[in-house]
Protein backbone atom coordinates (compact mmCIF):
# COMPACT_ATOMS: atom_id res chain seq x y z
CA UNK A 1 0.00 0.00 0.00
CA UNK A 2 2.78 2.39 0.92
CA UNK A 3 4.37 2.00 -2.50
CA UNK A 4 1.04 3.18 -4.30
CA UNK A 5 0.76 6.21 -2.23
CA UNK A 6 4.58 7.17 -3.25
CA UNK A 7 3.07 7.02 -7.60
CA UNK A 8 0.44 9.36 -6.34
CA UNK A 9 1.05 12.99 -7.69
CA UNK A 10 -0.68 16.14 -8.08
CA UNK A 11 -0.09 18.43 -10.72
CA UNK A 12 -1.39 21.48 -11.52
CA UNK A 13 -1.13 23.01 -15.18
CA UNK A 14 -1.00 26.80 -16.03
CA UNK A 15 -1.89 28.67 -19.54
CA UNK A 16 -0.36 32.11 -18.83
CA UNK A 17 -2.64 34.70 -19.68
CA UNK A 18 -2.77 38.82 -18.67
CA UNK A 19 -7.19 38.95 -19.43
CA UNK A 20 -8.04 35.07 -18.40
CA UNK A 21 -5.16 32.81 -17.00
CA UNK A 22 -6.62 28.71 -17.23
CA UNK A 23 -5.45 25.84 -15.07
CA UNK A 24 -6.03 22.55 -14.94
CA UNK A 25 -4.73 19.95 -11.35
CA UNK A 26 -4.55 16.25 -12.14
CA UNK A 27 -4.26 14.08 -9.81
CA UNK A 28 -1.42 11.06 -11.28
CA UNK A 29 -1.43 7.32 -9.77
CA UNK A 30 0.70 5.42 -11.74
CA UNK A 31 -0.24 5.19 -15.04
CA UNK A 32 -4.29 6.77 -14.38
CA UNK A 33 -4.99 10.37 -14.36
CA UNK A 34 -7.79 12.12 -13.05
CA UNK A 35 -9.44 15.51 -13.25
CA UNK A 36 -9.34 17.28 -10.09
CA UNK A 37 -10.09 20.54 -11.18
CA UNK A 38 -10.28 23.30 -13.91
CA UNK A 39 -10.76 26.74 -13.89
CA UNK A 40 -9.89 30.36 -15.40
CA UNK A 41 -8.50 33.63 -13.85
CA UNK A 42 -9.94 36.50 -14.85
CA UNK A 43 -8.59 39.65 -15.16
CA UNK A 44 -9.91 42.05 -17.96
CA UNK A 45 -11.52 43.84 -15.31
CA UNK A 46 -8.44 45.29 -14.23
CA UNK A 47 -6.62 48.11 -16.02
CA UNK A 48 -3.62 48.27 -14.23
CA UNK A 49 -0.95 45.57 -15.54
CA UNK A 50 0.00 45.37 -11.32
CA UNK A 51 -3.04 44.42 -10.13
CA UNK A 52 -2.95 41.97 -12.71
CA UNK A 53 0.08 40.20 -12.03
CA UNK A 54 -1.10 40.98 -8.13
CA UNK A 55 -4.13 38.73 -9.03
CA UNK A 56 -2.11 36.01 -10.58
CA UNK A 57 0.03 35.72 -7.59
CA UNK A 58 -2.71 35.30 -5.06
CA UNK A 59 -5.26 33.24 -6.92
CA UNK A 60 -1.82 30.16 -8.20
CA UNK A 61 -0.80 30.69 -4.29
CA UNK A 62 -4.36 30.11 -3.29
CA UNK A 63 -4.24 27.18 -5.23
CA UNK A 64 -1.09 25.37 -4.64
CA UNK A 65 -2.17 26.27 -0.90
CA UNK A 66 -5.56 24.58 -1.30
CA UNK A 67 -4.50 21.61 -3.78
CA UNK A 68 -0.98 21.07 -2.48
CA UNK A 69 0.32 19.92 -5.72
CA UNK A 70 3.61 18.04 -6.45
CA UNK A 71 4.60 19.71 -9.47
CA UNK A 72 3.43 22.90 -11.18
CA UNK A 73 3.83 22.59 -15.59
CA UNK A 74 3.39 25.72 -17.23
CA UNK A 75 3.22 26.77 -21.07
CA UNK A 76 6.36 28.72 -22.33
CA UNK A 77 5.40 31.47 -24.47
CA UNK A 78 6.07 31.14 -27.93
CA UNK A 79 7.33 33.34 -29.85
CA UNK A 80 5.47 36.05 -31.75
CA UNK A 81 5.15 39.33 -33.71
CA UNK A 82 3.98 41.33 -30.96
CA UNK A 83 7.33 42.20 -28.36
CA UNK A 84 4.66 43.90 -25.98
CA UNK A 85 2.27 40.68 -25.94
CA UNK A 86 5.58 38.49 -25.50
CA UNK A 87 6.19 40.73 -22.68
CA UNK A 88 2.92 40.57 -20.61
CA UNK A 89 2.78 36.86 -21.26
CA UNK A 90 6.63 36.07 -19.88
CA UNK A 91 5.45 38.00 -16.95
CA UNK A 92 2.24 36.37 -16.49
CA UNK A 93 4.41 33.16 -16.74
CA UNK A 94 7.04 34.49 -14.27
CA UNK A 95 4.52 35.62 -11.89
CA UNK A 96 2.78 31.72 -11.63
CA UNK A 97 6.71 30.30 -11.51
CA UNK A 98 7.16 32.70 -8.33
CA UNK A 99 4.08 31.86 -6.86
CA UNK A 100 4.75 27.67 -7.37
CA UNK A 101 8.51 28.70 -6.06
CA UNK A 102 7.75 30.25 -3.14
CA UNK A 103 6.06 27.27 -1.91
CA UNK A 104 9.12 24.97 -3.05
CA UNK A 105 6.69 23.33 -5.81
CA UNK A 106 9.07 22.05 -8.86
CA UNK A 107 7.98 23.79 -12.12
CA UNK A 108 8.70 22.61 -15.73
CA UNK A 109 7.44 24.31 -18.86
CA UNK A 110 6.57 23.02 -21.98
CA UNK A 111 6.35 24.55 -25.22
CA UNK A 112 2.48 25.08 -26.65
CA UNK A 113 3.47 22.55 -29.98
CA UNK A 114 4.84 20.04 -27.11
CA UNK A 115 1.84 20.45 -25.09
CA UNK A 116 -0.53 19.42 -28.32
CA UNK A 117 1.59 16.68 -29.32
CA UNK A 118 1.70 14.92 -25.87
CA UNK A 119 -2.26 15.30 -25.58
CA UNK A 120 -3.67 14.65 -29.16
CA UNK A 121 -0.30 13.41 -31.30
CA UNK A 122 -0.56 16.39 -33.82
CA UNK A 123 1.54 19.29 -32.37
CA UNK A 124 -1.25 22.06 -34.94
CA UNK A 125 -4.51 20.57 -33.33
CA UNK A 126 -6.70 23.46 -32.84
CA UNK A 127 -7.91 24.41 -28.68
CA UNK A 128 -11.11 22.13 -29.69
CA UNK A 129 -9.32 19.17 -30.27
CA UNK A 130 -7.01 19.31 -27.31
CA UNK A 131 -10.36 20.26 -25.51
CA UNK A 132 -12.01 17.05 -27.23
CA UNK A 133 -9.47 14.45 -25.99
CA UNK A 134 -8.77 15.26 -22.24
CA UNK A 135 -12.20 14.90 -21.84
CA UNK A 136 -11.67 11.08 -23.44
CA UNK A 137 -8.49 11.27 -21.64
CA UNK A 138 -9.90 12.30 -18.29
CA UNK A 139 -13.48 10.88 -18.32
CA UNK A 140 -15.15 14.51 -18.32
CA UNK A 141 -18.61 15.89 -19.85
CA UNK A 142 -19.04 19.49 -18.34
CA UNK A 143 -17.36 22.14 -20.83
CA UNK A 144 -15.50 24.59 -19.48
CA UNK A 145 -16.96 28.26 -20.01
CA UNK A 146 -13.08 29.01 -21.04
CA UNK A 147 -10.74 27.34 -23.67
CA UNK A 148 -8.46 28.34 -21.27
CA UNK A 149 -8.78 26.10 -18.72
CA UNK A 150 -8.60 23.22 -20.39
CA UNK A 151 -5.57 24.61 -22.18
CA UNK A 152 -4.29 24.31 -18.45
CA UNK A 153 -5.46 21.48 -18.27
CA UNK A 154 -3.72 19.63 -21.15
CA UNK A 155 -0.51 21.43 -19.78
CA UNK A 156 -0.89 19.41 -16.18
CA UNK A 157 -1.45 16.00 -18.93
CA UNK A 158 1.64 16.90 -20.68
CA UNK A 159 3.90 17.02 -17.63
CA UNK A 160 2.09 13.50 -16.73
CA UNK A 161 2.92 12.34 -20.01
CA UNK A 162 6.98 13.12 -19.48
CA UNK A 163 8.74 10.40 -18.24
CA UNK A 164 11.88 12.18 -19.09
CA UNK A 165 12.71 15.40 -19.49
CA UNK A 166 12.84 16.28 -22.85
CA UNK A 167 14.91 19.15 -24.88
CA UNK A 168 12.01 21.37 -24.82
CA UNK A 169 10.79 21.57 -21.30
CA UNK A 170 13.24 22.88 -18.09
CA UNK A 171 12.57 22.04 -14.73
CA UNK A 172 13.76 24.37 -12.02
CA UNK A 173 13.55 22.80 -7.97
CA UNK A 174 13.56 26.66 -6.55
CA UNK A 175 14.78 29.91 -7.23
CA UNK A 176 18.41 28.91 -6.30
CA UNK A 177 18.04 26.32 -9.27
CA UNK A 178 16.17 28.70 -11.21
CA UNK A 179 19.08 31.23 -11.07
CA UNK A 180 21.72 28.75 -11.44
CA UNK A 181 20.28 27.82 -14.68
CA UNK A 182 19.43 31.68 -16.19
CA UNK A 183 22.25 33.78 -15.51
CA UNK A 184 21.42 35.62 -18.41
CA UNK A 185 18.24 36.17 -17.72
CA UNK A 186 19.02 37.31 -13.84
CA UNK A 187 20.91 40.65 -12.76
Known amino acids: MQREKSKERIILGIDPGTLILGYGIIKQN ?11 IK ?31 LEAPFYGKNIQVMLKLGRAQGVA ?11 AEYSPRKIKQSVTGNGNASKEQVAAMLKTILNFDE ?35 FVKENKKRVR
Open 30 to 40: GQKLSLVSLGV
Open 43 to 73: MGHLDDPALKLQRIFKKVSALVEEYKPDYMA
Open 97 to 107: MAAALNFDIPI
Open 143 to 177: TPEFLDATDGLAVAVCHAFQQNISSDSKSYSGWEA
